[in-house]
């Protein structure tokens, strides 16, 4: 289907076909008129772009709701690993300093959760389990945007009962939030949640989302899993080493504190909507060949 919108500078065309969801997404977009420069820009910044709105009516199909689901029961079981190690390291240590073999264990905890939580819901929802990925893929056009809020609402309640089920099985311990070192600004934070939210966004896209990844995809999982573990090593000491602002909202909210929440909002979105740009738009965007200039005719 084609839609033309008129414009000063020239005619804007949409080409908007369905995707393998069953979603209606614009599929490329031209200006005629390419004897401006100002309309030859136009153009090559628009024709990366596939934008996927999606409707309320698909977002609650019986796939979407088994999807929202799923999201829900893996991103659960993630956290309550994820901050269960923080708990017990806390617990071992007479809530110690994190020290580097802490650290370690930590990092390990997750990526091993995240490994497995990534693996059981794949076939179902595509394992986003986080905010910042679900984001990424929205932007290359990977989910449309009103299921991708659903699987927000998901993977937040995910966290959420998490963080109270660790509050009772563990008898009323704390449950830890994240927060900046001692000595760095929001700012720094902010800015090392972008790099390292970025990276794994890019390695989701890169093993997961790419159309040509082959078999490549079938390691996925643990490819996942292993960038959220290495960059809980390199940030864990600074921001924390967040990259999802599900795991940070949980225990913000049984904790009460939200002082520092705002950041692991902030770096994580920014990131993945980041690499989803680069990724999904730039790359997998060139993999797909516009029409001839006589299809404009």
Request: hydrophobic share 50%.
């Amino acid at each position: 289907m084609e839609l033309e919108v008129n414009m000063s500078m020239g005619t804007l065309v949409l080409f908007i076909e369905q995707d393998t969801w069953g979603q209606m997404v614009v599929a490329c977009v031209r200006v005629r008129d390419d004897g401006d420069e100002g309309v030859t820009k136009l153009q090559r910044a628009l024709k990366m772009v596939k934008l996927t709105i999606g409707s309320i009516g698909d977002s609650f199909s019986a796939v979407s709701v088994k999807s929202y689901l799923a999201e829900f029961i893996a991103t659960l079981l993630f956290v309550f690993a994820g901050v269960g190690s923080a708990i017990a390291y806390g617990k071992l240590t007479a809530d110690a300093a994190l020290d580097p073999a802490g650290l370690v264990a930590v990092a390990i905890a997750h990526a091993f959760a995240l490994f497995v939580g990534v693996s059981i819901a794949a076939n179902i929802s595509g394992g986003h389990l986080n905010p910042a990925v679900t984001f990424g893929l929205a932007i290359g056009g990977n989910i449309t945007i009103i299921t991708g809020l659903f699987y927000w609402i998901a993977q937040l309640l995910g966290s959420i009962v998490a963080c109270f089920l660790l509050q009772f099985v563990t008898g009323g311990l704390a449950v830890p939030t994240h927060g900046v070192a001692s000595g760095m600004s929001s700012i720094q934070g902010v800015v090392f949640e972008i790099i390292i939210t970025f990276a794994l966004v890019y390695t989701v896209y890169a093993t997961a989302a790419d159309p040509k990844k082959g078999s490549l995809g079938t390691i996925a999982p643990i490819a996942i899993g292993f960038i959220v573990g290495a960059n809980i090593l390199a940030a864990g000491a600074f921001s924390g080493g967040s990259m999802n602002p599900a795991r940070s909202f949980g225990p913000a909210v049984v904790s009460g504190d939200f002082s520092q929440n705002w950041i692991y909002w902030v770096g994580p979105l920014i990131g993945g909507g980041l690499a989803g740009f680069i990724y999904g738009d730039v790359f997998i965007g060139s993999y797909d060949t516009l029409p001839t200039s006589e299809d404009y005719a």
